[in-house]
């Protein structure tokens, strides 16, 4: 038999899978699920990752493919390298992404510890993605997945070289509905599971609530600035809007008006027509690399800004306070706080923090 894993199990029918197939592969394998925050906090929902729920089927799984399951609270280091920066990043006048930093801070840092405790060398998740070595280079590579309605590579780029090496993807060749038909073939009850679909802490979607209980207190109103830095009324607080939203800004025009900057120095919102949401440079800060050791010469690519976006053509600047990223294209609502990830062909070159437009 092969080394011992510990599968990460959310109680989802991608983690699920995953186990199956690394026992299929000949592997010892223990579920772990990482029980990340108090659910009397934000409510149960079916459609968040980690609930008291998905814990019961995870050891569900578990006890059906004859494997042990353990349970960790990480809630501490949840709460302080994910709930807290969030909170912070929007405070700041930021859009961060709280799934990348799970992944950075909890389950590629934290867990692949925790698991080094109980004997596990390596950990497996039921990302879609695909890790290969390639002795030429002398380096993991981090590959997008056969689906790519499914490919989360995005969310994986500040994976490092050592953290690569100890973990494993099943899924990375398969596609959703070929997961589905294992797990049914499997006979686990979650087979046909809906997905995860909003931030776990946040199930409703309401951003400004949760900061609001968070921080018990609430967001401080501000000015509504025009392009020409005119005021043009009162922001209900920085946390209530995002860059490229149109809806629930409280004015009538006679064109469409949509928030293009905001300022959390000085508290302001600016908000203007379409055509002042498109620029094609950004920078990026605290950036990764996976395919190169760094970046030391502009570097043609195809970059995203956000995870549902189709990767555009693009060039890499080495900047003294990070990477420029120039479009071929201008792109539209580049969001300070999201992650920008760039790809050569079907690997991921690295990606970085955006920091501002330019």
């Given amino acids: 038999m092969k080394g011992k894993i510990l599968a990460a199990m959310s109680g989802g029918v991608d983690s699920s899978a995953s186990a199956v197939l690394l026992l299929e592969q000949g592997y010892d394998v223990a579920g772990v699920t990482m029980a990340l ?6 409510g149960k929902t079916t459609r968040s990752c980690c609930s008291v729920d998905d814990i019961a089927d995870a050891r569900s799984v578990c006890h059906r493919l004859g494997i042990e399951h353990y349970v960790f609270n990480m809630g501490a280091a949840f709460h302080r390298e994910v709930i807290a920066r969030f909170i912070s990043g929007y405070a700041c006048g930021l859009t961060p992404n709280p799934c990348i930093d799970c992944n950075r801070y909890i389950k590629f840092d934290a867990l692949l510890k925790r698991a080094g405790d109980i004997g596990c060398e390596k950990i497996a998740t039921g990302h879609y993605a695909r890790i290969v070595y390639d002795e030429a280079l002398g380096r993991y590579l981090l590959k997008t997945a056969a689906d790519d309605h499914k490919d989360q590579t995005y969310f994986l780029y500040s994976m490092t070289q050592e953290q690569l090496s100890r973990v494993l993807f099943p899924l990375g060749g398969l596609t959703k509905q070929e997961t589905r038909r294992l797990a049914e073939k499997a006979g686990l009850t979650n087979a ?29 109103p501000g ?102 990223v120039e479009f071929d294209e201008p792109q539209r609502a580049i969001s300070p706080g999201q992650a920008t990830v760039w790809y050569d062909g079907d690997t991921v070159v690295g990606g970085g923090t955006i920091i501002r437009a330019l």
């Fill in 37 to 42: 925050y108090d659910q009397g906090d934000i």
């Fill in 192 to 220: 046909h599971k809906a997905d995860s679909q909003d931030i776990c802490f946040v199930p409703d979607g309401d951003y400004a609530g949760f900061i609001r209980r968070a921080t018990e207190k609430d967001p401080e």
């Fill in 223 to 324: 000015d509504f600035l025009d392009t020409d830095g005119n005021v043009l009324g009162q922001h209900r607080g920085l946390v209530h809007y995002t860059v490229g939203q149109r809806k629930g800004l409280g004015f009538a025009f006679p064109e469409p008006r949509y928030v293009c900057k905001k300022d959390a120095e000085n508290n302001t919102i600016t908000i203007g027509k379409s055509e002042y949401l498109f620029a094609n440079r950004l920078l990026a800060g605290d950036c990764n690399w996976i395919a190169v050791e760094k970046l030391e010469a502009p570097m043609r690519v195809r970059a995203k800004i956000r995870y549902g976006q189709k990767a555009q053509p693009a060039t890499l600047i080495p900047h003294e306070n990070g990477t420029v």
